[in-house]
């Protein structure tokens, strides 16, 4: 089904304020997972919604708490979430960030005790939309074998990079080959994957997203590099923001909270005048875009520049929920 920007708004925040969630941020919370939805990555807006009200309701996720200061070193900051909504801090701490780039040039904020931020690529965006590179990632809870292994030990810690332009050119992507949320959005149309996505249980690949889902051998991008930038990607977040790593929050906790994140903002425009920066970042696009396809009839694309497009259709046309997501939603 279609909707728009509003009646998602307005459905995610009847569930909020019924679970006594304060306007404010029942407003604010429900106005992100709307964003993040007719932006198009419905995987980390609507789909996710009925997880995110589950953490809630099970106490997971601490609606009034707010985020603290734990300790400042410059363009470096650390600081605590003490469970609080996590796309809500998310966005404060990429704002925070923005703020030590533009003092020093680069801002740097290590974040502990945080909850699922939904879309990672909102605060990469975030940045971008400022003029400011913008870098982040989070670890999670073990939902990924390490290259070798068939039990889940590290996290699908997604890791955005984010470059100023027009359009914005933005990698936000999983350690996994898929999310697991983009394999949920394939079986919800009944696709199979584009690529292999995992190993089903006699430890062949498959595409095949429900095999995956259900025995969580979901295969890192790129193999073992996936899994080994899987691995520094949770011990930087980690040391740097003195919280917990995959292994303390899948073994210490009843769930996936508590996270660790990270959030960088690079200055750009103190480093190279505007129509330098313009021609060079055409250049590369260009240059990139007119390579020979291996499909005539296939575009060569860069990351991140189709949401300005889908934005737009789904602003015209209405956003395309599916029916069975909306119904469970409907239910809360
Ligand atoms: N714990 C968490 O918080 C987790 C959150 N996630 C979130 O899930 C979402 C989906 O992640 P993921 O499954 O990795 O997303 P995808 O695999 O769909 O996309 C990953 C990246 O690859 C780019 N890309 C995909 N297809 C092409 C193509 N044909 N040509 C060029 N570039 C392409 C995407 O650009 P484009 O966006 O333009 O398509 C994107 O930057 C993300 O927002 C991520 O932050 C994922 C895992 C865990
Ligand atoms: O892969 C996803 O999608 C995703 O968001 C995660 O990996 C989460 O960390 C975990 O909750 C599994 O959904």
New binding site residues.
Partial sequence: MRLTFEQLKQEFERVLLARGVKAELADECATMFAQTTESG?Y??GVNRFPRFIQQLEAGDIIPDAQPTKALALGAIEQWDAHRSIGNLTAKKMMDRAIELADGHGIGLVALRNAN??????SYGWQAAEKGYIGICW?N?IAVMPPWGAKECRI????L?VAVPGTPIT?????M???????LEVNRLAGRELPVDGGFDDQGNLTKEPSVIEKNRRILP?GYWKGSGMSIVLDMIATLLSDGASVAEVTEDNSDEYGISQIFIAIEVDKLISGDNRDAKLKRIVEYVKTAERSDPEVAV???????TQLLAENRRNGINVDDSVWAKIKAL
């Fill in positions: 990555v995987s980390h699922h931020w939904m879309r990672g690529g989070t999670s996290g699908t810690n997604p955005i933005m990698v936000d992507m999983s996994s080959m898929f999310s697991y949320g983009m991008m694309r860069l990351p991140g520049h189709e949401f």
